[in-house]
């Protein structure tokens, strides 16, 4: 492990990074406890100055990750192992994906898969007239597009390094292993105390950012099964209830807490999934949910590289731009997680169960939920529309309620209310354990009683950011959040590449693994042995 302190309070922890991000952590809640509204407008001021740089900026760097996790999955290294070469994976399948997915978009996926398509159903760049047939197509193909593979790459990427440097390269499961072969010694150092920070700093405003969102959509669920109208003060006690399990759960470990909370969300998701199926406008629900996934995959480039240069309004500012920054913020929380459940499985396994399986989980949750608030709208008795805009977070609720199921809806809303619970404390339990990791340089058991205190300044965090002014102020926090820690993943693609340079899986220039010969030959038949052999050397049969 990386500088841990052998006694004192701060035993099992670096005390530089632990110390620096404490200070910073608690400066920021200090002075947006006091501060709230300059806290507020300040956020806001930087979004404005930076979002013309962010634009594009943002658009690059997720493109290229995207490319360049589909050439390590397809391409020379792919059979490279996150580990030994011959050592199994820790987890099942199943609990891999439930982990993995669970951690990574739950809390998010709940509060947008209506909210979103809703919304870019009434206005975007793609179409000429809202709330059209069309419209609808267009809005669900740019929900998938934020929450599809793009997305999904800056998460394995990260992860993908943490893994690789970790189980192959006996390294301390932590951000700043993905920099030694750039920066050698100087990693365990300064330099490293700041990438690290930097990677602590990200995680903790973006799973604020998320908890932030999870908990006014609960209140709006709240509302609508018991009545409890939303309020600031009934957010606040949502946040303490859910940190304070959450905490408890982190503190079990990652084989029974974690584990089993996320595969009971799992299940859980499945049942609403097949719930909606059912009761919903089944037809129509399938057919959106093909219609709109073939038109994603065949705009995905076009939209990768979309950076809104002809257009005056802010639509790339507010959706793209803080949607990579919310996913570019996660990535050392969510990869760190996904490194922790992903050893023993190849480039190849990972890059395929990452990037596929919870794009197409996503799909199908946003065809069903989405399309099932268009069809009322284009269709039904409509009302969504109208509640979106007066709260963006009681989206899915007015949807169930726009089904007309009666008691049935209600207890349906009910069913949501627990599902967002749990996932929220999914996603506080995972985020309160890679926060510690990093902090404890890289020890996979860090010590509980910093997982408790983590836990506790996660909670009050999102309480101050809620204050501080709702949704704008958590989507202005997590874009600045992410832009320092963009600089380490760059970093992280060329220590990766230099490592991956040493693999004995790569091919040689001027190699040759095998001896040329005729496609029905056996090498037997051929009397040939095929060993390597270089340019200037000719082959011959013995």
């Keep these: 492990m990386y500088q841990q302190a052998q006694r004192g309070p701060l035993k099992g922890m670096n005390p530089r990074v632990t110390l620096i991000t404490f200070v910073v952590v608690a400066v920021s809640l200090i002075y947006g406890a006091f501060f709230t509204e300059r806290l507020g407008r300040g956020l806001a001021i930087a979004r404005v ?31 490279v192992r996150l580990g030994g070469d011959f050592e199994q994976p820790e987890f ?74 970790s189980y192959r390269g006996k390294m301390p499961l932590t951000i700043r292993s993905g920099l030694k072969p750039l920066f050698g010694k100087h990693t365990d150092g300064a330099l490293g105390d700041v990438v690290d920070a930097l990677a602590v700093f990200g995680t903790v405003f973006g799973i604020a950012t998320t908890l932030g969102l999870g908990v006014q959509q609960m209140n709006a669920g709240l509302d609508a099964v018991f009545g409890l109208q939303s309020s600031l003060a009934l957010q606040l006690v949502v946040t303490a209830v859910i940190m304070s399990v959450a905490t408890f759960s982190v503190v079990s470990g990652v084989k029974r807490g974690v584990r089993l909370l996320s595969e009971a ?54 959706w793209t731009v803080f949607f990579w920054g919310w996913w570019l913020a996660w990535s050392p929380f969510v990869g760190m997680f996904i490194a922790r459940v992903s050893r023993g499985r190849t480039f190849r396994e990972f890059v395929m169960g990452v990037l596929l399986v919870p794009t197409l989980i996503t799909i199908v949750w ?75 340089g890289g020890d996979p058991e860090p010590p509980t009683a910093h997982r408790l205190l983590w836990g506790a300044l996660l909670g009050l965090l999102t309480s101050v950011l809620l204050m501080a002014g709702g949704l704008e102020t958590l989507q202005a926090a997590v874009i ?32 040759r693994v095998e001896a040329p010969r005729e496609p029905w030959a056996d090498l037997d038949d051929a009397g040939v042995e095929p060993v390597p052999v270089s340019d200037d050397e000719v082959y011959k049969p013995n």
């Design 49 to 79: 100055v930076l979002d013309p740089f962010l634009e594009w900026y943002y658009v690059l760097l997720v493109a290229f990750l995207l490319l360049f996790m589909v050439w390590l999955g397809m391409g020379r290294y792919k059979n």
């Design 92 to 165: 099942t399948f199943f609990s891999w994906v439930a982990m993995l997915f669970a951690a990574g978009t739950g809390v998010g996926i709940l509060f947008w898969s209506v909210a979103q398509p809703i919304l870019q159903f009434q206005d975007n760049p793609f179409i000429s007239e809202g709330m059209s047939p069309d419209a609808a197509r267009v809005a669900m193909r740019l929900t998938y597009f934020h929450w599809g593979l793009n997305g999904w790459a800056i998460f394995s990427f990260v992860a993908l390094v943490l893994a690789y440097f």
């Design 265 to 318: 969300n799992f299940w859980l998701s499945i049942a609403v999934v097949v719930f909606m199926l059912l009761f919903g406008p089944t037809q129509y629900l399938i057919a959106i949910t093909v219609e709109s996934a073939g038109d994603y995959i065949q705009n995905l480039m076009g939209m990768t590289f979309h950076t809104n240069a002809t257009r005056a309004d802010g639509w790339q500012s507010e």
């Design 366 to 440: 946003i065809g069903l939920f989405g399309g099932t608030a268009l069809y009322h709208e284009l269709f039904g008795v409509g009302g969504i529309v109208a509640a979106v805009d007066r709260d963006v977070a009681t989206a899915l609720f007015a949807t169930i309620e726009a089904m007309g199921l009666g008691m049935l809806g209600q207890g349906v809303s009910a069913v949501l209310v627990l599902l967002i619970a749990t996932y929220l404390i999914t996603s506080a339990n995972a985020g309160t354990l890679v926060i510690t990791t990093i902090l404890a």
């Design 480 to 511: 600045m959040a992410a832009l320092p820690f963009s600089v380490v993943i760059m970093l992280m693609i060329a220590g990766l590449l230099k490592a991956l340079h040493r693999e004995r899986y790569a091919a040689r220039t001027g190699e």
